[in-house]
């Protein structure tokens, strides 16, 4: 195998000397040439043998240099090459006749998802059906049709080469050029949570006997102007954010929402840090206990057992939701509708659990408005 010299007058760690040495040997490998870069300075090779000087130094060289720049070689590194060893034209061979062999057929789905808004659930909706197609080995294509209009469109072929077709929207969507295909039609939330068992549902149908209709790409229009910046924060939301919005709200109203359980009348938001009662309270021997940061109340008297400056409203009703009897302790005896909500803002430090309000945005107070 042929040998090649190459002499760089760069630092070899150099991201671009690194570069052009790999373009080098990569392109000497299809030629058959191994290449050896050398260190010293070139000099006449033994037998006249040619040597590679890769240099922004144009001034002369040993008689059998061919002189290059990193640039050029990186970008012309087969032309360079040609001046030591053409690369040998491989010759034609015969292609072997192939035996035609069954047209095997892929597993497709389509499918189209909208919602009434077009923000949330026509995006979750078509992810799920996705994830479900992919887990089931189908390859499937999803129109969402959404706030800003139909996207991902449907074509005639596609819908034809389909093995079903899947609408899961909770708005109207044109279904005619569905004709004569396994459809099946749900809502957005079955595909969300269960998109596999919808789509074993589909391939378990028969096809309609309604010929498939052109109707031409069906356009939806949007009513009203459209805000991008909008759009994309409903995009942005996420469980946690909703969750502490509720909370941030919450703690500026009074106590108007109530929930039962275990025979009392309680109320819904944890005098902690407002968190949704119905969601984080575990009651266990008359002891309500909010999951979210672990404080704890006395149903039978309101009583905070975690801190002296909180109390939970609580009543004591019979089966038909009547009041079973007065409070013993004296406490206030009825939902306290116009109560302003009192202690920690959901915006302050709790020393007892991991909240930390450094961790959020903090929205900047209007200036109270002053009549004249």
């Not at 070689?73 to 030591?84: G, K, M, N, P, S």
């Not at 004569?180 to 309609?208: C, R």
């Not at 994309?232 to 996420?238: D, P, Q, T």
């Not at 407002?274 to 021997?285: G, M, N, P, V, Y």
Request: glycine share 6%; charged share 25%.
């Amino acid at each position: 195998m042929k040998t090649l010299s190459a002499f760089f007058q760069y630092p070899p760690g150099d991201p671009l000397t690194r570069m052009a040495i790999s373009a080098l040997e990569a392109e000497a490998r299809l030629r058959g040439i191994v290449i050896s870069v050398i260190q010293s300075a070139p000099r006449l090779m033994p037998d006249g043998e040619p040597i590679l000087v890769v240099t922004d130094d144009r001034t002369p060289h040993v008689g059998n240099a061919h002189v290059v720049n990193r640039p050029h070689l990186i970008r012309h590194t087969a032309e360079v090459l040609d001046a030591f060893a053409p690369r040998e034209k491989a010759a034609p061979t015969a292609i072997p006749a192939v035996k035609p062999v069954e047209e095997v057929k892929t597993k497709f789905l389509v499918g189209v998802t909208s919602c009434p808004t077009g923000i949330a659930h026509t995006f979750m909706a078509a992810e799920a059906l996705l994830k479900g197609a992919a887990a089931m080995g189908y390859t499937m294509k999803v129109e969402t049709r959404g706030s800003v209009g139909a996207k991902n469109e449907l074509t005639p072929e596609e819908i034809a080469s389909a093995d079903a077709v899947i609408v899961a929207a909770d708005a109207m969507v044109e279904t005619a050029r569905f004709g004569g295909k396994k459809l099946l039609e749900t809502g957005t939330k079955a595909a969300i949570n269960d998109a596999q068992g919808l789509i074993q549902q589909a391939l378990a149908l028969t096809p309609s006997t309604a010929a498939a209709k052109s109707t031409g790409a069906v356009k939806t229009e949007r009513k009203g102007a459209y805000n991008e910046y909008v759009y994309n924060f409903f995009k942005c939301l996420s469980m946690e954010r909703l969750q502490y919005a509720e909370g941030y709200y919450a703690e500026k109203a009074p106590v108007q929402t109530l929930w039962e359980s275990n025979g009392y009348r309680i109320q819904r938001r944890c005098p902690h840090l407002k968190a949704d009662l119905t969601r984080f309270a575990h009651i266990e021997d008359g002891v309500l206990t909010c999951t979210l940061h672990g404080w704890q109340f006395e149903l039978e008297t309101g009583r905070c057992l975690t801190s002296d400056d909180r109390h939970l409203y609580t009543q004591k009703i019979d089966a038909s939701g009547a009041v079973a009897e007065s409070r013993s302790d004296g406490a206030v005896t009825h939902a306290p509708l116009e109560q302003p909500t009192t202690g920690a803002s959901i915006r302050d430090r709790c020393y007892d659990c991991w909240y930390d309000p450094k961790k959020f945005p903090t929205a900047k107070k209007k200036k109270p408005v002053t009549e004249e």
